[in-house]
């Protein structure tokens, strides 16, 4: 048995029919009862499930607990998260405290809950990152800080519990060309549209930017059955590696980062956003 949360769609929704297409049982987490109605399917059990929710976590716990055909768990699929753009000064303290409940402390809730039966069957936990969990670009810096903050996590859980038998593994999407991708259009003109006339005079032609670039990734994304292939290869794998990446130049970039000055990143990624700039607006 294997529970994966954020399933209603995208890469939750494609690890699910994976892992259900490779005989397991999938617990899928959504939070609405028309995605529920959505994912079901053959080895695919939709649960009601909001990981900030600490009654619907222990609800989850439960239903494991007391599985009628006594199915051991195998594994946790941390998948359900927030996408934001926006520059520090503009992002709202409380808006940064709900990123950080749902990308991270929901994660950690749902970890906590599960750990007594994943060291029993001595399973895995796999935690999706991003590459934005290795590189914070321009205005990506709250999304980047949850991330960054999981793969932490990740770590250093890694290094509490493999003795204990059980695996911890990091997945790191690029750009996959999923429904999150495509709200980014959306949720970066609200973001412009609540800046201050002085904040959009110091950050607009950057938000443009940022939702072009975004824009421009999606023909060459990874298909979200790629990442959940990536995520059941970890999972039956009997000696996972700590980390995968997904995605075009995705592994690329992550190495550049290990040994690039930080200036010389600078200038690259400056480089790649300034070719989106609004002409009017270019620096």
């Known amino acids: 048995m294997v529970v994966v949360t954020g399933a209603s769609a995208g890469i939750g929704a494609a690890t699910a029919h994976e892992l259900a297409r490779r005989g397991f049982h999938v617990l899928a987490g959504v939070r609405r009862d028309i995605d529920a109605d959505a994912i079901r399917a053959p080895g695919i059990e939709p649960v009601l499930l909001d990981i900030t929710d600490s009654l619907g976590i222990a609800a989850l716990v439960r239903r494991i607990a007391e599985d009628p055909e006594r199915r051991p768990l195998c594994a946790l699929v941390n998948n359900a998260g927030m996408a934001v753009n926006a520059p520090l000064e503009t ?9 950080f409940e749902v990308n991270l402390f929901g994660h950690v809730a749902m970890m906590q809950a ?24 321009a205005a990506y810096g709250p999304y980047a800080a949850t991330k960054f903050a999981l793969e932490a996590v990740s770590d250093s859980l890694r290094r509490e519990v493999e003795p204990l038998g059980m695996k911890v593994v990091v997945i790191e999407p690029g750009a996959v060309t999923t429904s999150m991708l495509g709200r980014v259009d959306v949720a970066g003109r609200r973001v412009i549209d609540d800046m201050t006339t002085e904040q959009r005079g110091r950050y607009e032609g950057l938000m443009h930017a940022v939702i072009a670039q975004a824009q421009a990734s999606v023909p060459g994304g990874a298909a979200p059955e790629e990442a959940a292939r990536v995520i059941a290869n970890a999972i039956t794998s009997p000696r996972p590696r700590t980390r995968y990446t997904v995605g075009r130049y995705t592994a690329m970039l992550a190495r550049l980062v290990s040994f690039m000055p930080d200036r010389m990143m600078d200038r690259m990624l400056d480089r790649g956003l300034k070719a989106h700039f609004p002409k009017r607006m270019a620096t």
């Open 114 to 137: 599960l750990l007594p039966v994943l060291i029993k069957s001595r399973g895995t936990i796999v935690n999706i990152s991003s590459i934005g969990g290795k590189v914070a670009m």
């Open 91 to 99: 992002y709202p303290l409380p808006d940064w405290r709900r990123l």
